[in-house]
């Protein structure tokens, strides 16, 4: 079966300091993965999403980024936090357009 | 956690009755729609889906209803249980893989 991790759960970063989240897929090959981010009592927003290694499509202009340097591997970054990047990270994985997308655990944010 | 919030709309409901959550989707050529649970801090559970082929599909206690000519997608919870409490998302997908979420439903089941 399929299994999706993501880490750290919760991060608490200072204003101007960098950002790694990472993501990995477990049981399937080449999926399709995503990045959301969820304010509190909102809904999900599409940050990025891979069809492939090295192939990132962005969504937001802002001060994040994405990599998928492995095959079940998509990392978020930053260089520099913004306060109003806090929120709740979601990575998910689908095989494609009609199939159901499933999503990880998430990661909170809270930038101080 | 983040994905309850004080701005959602609530439906609250009694133990053991039915429930009917309601979505309105926003693009006419969307083709694939999912039904998401969110418990607060977590991320969402996949819970259902349907194709635009098909008007209507059973799961377990769960039946997810499509409407495509006014645009509306509603999830049926039967005998709902205290552990039912949470908020609901649909999604819908188009021309793209990319899926298009509404903005949630708390729903709360008294004991």
């Known amino acids: 079966s399929q299994t999706i991790h993501q880490w750290p759960a919760t991060l608490v970063q200072p204003v101007g300091s960098p950002l790694s989240l990472e993501c990995t897929v477990e049981g399937t090959s080449n999926p399709n993965l995503y990045w959301y981010r969820q304010a509190a009592g909102r809904g999900l927003q599409l940050l990025f999403y891979s069809v492939g290694i090295g192939q990132i499509s962005s969504e937001v202009p802002q001060n994040l980024s994405a990599s998928r340097p492995q095959d079940r591997q998509f990392i978020l970054s930053s260089k520099k936090l913004l306060l109003s990047d806090s929120g709740f990270y979601l990575c998910?994985?689908?095989?494609?357009?009609?199939?159901?997308?499933?999503f990880g655990p998430g990661t909170r944010l809270t930038v101080t | 956690g983040e994905s309850v919030g004080l701005h959602l709309p609530t439906l609250s409901v009694q133990e053991g009755d039915n429930s009917i959550i309601n979505c309105a989707y926003s693009?006419?050529?969307?083709?694939?729609f999912i039904w998401y649970k969110q418990e607060s801090g977590k991320g969402p559970q996949f819970i259902i889906d349907i194709r635009s082929n098909m008007d209507k599909r059973q799961g377990q206690r769960v039946t997810v209803l499509l409407n495509k000519t006014v645009k509306h997608l509603s999830l049926q919870i039967a005998a709902t249980q205290p552990g039912d409490s949470a908020v609901y998302f649909c999604?819908?997908?188009?021309?793209?893989?990319?899926?298009?979420f509404g903005t949630g439903t708390l729903l709360a089941v008294q004991p």
């Open positions: 998910a994985w689908d095989r494609g357009r009609s199939y159901e997308q499933y």
């Open positions: 999604a819908e997908k188009g021309a793209t893989n990319k899926l298009i």
């Open positions: 693009n006419s050529a969307s083709d694939y």
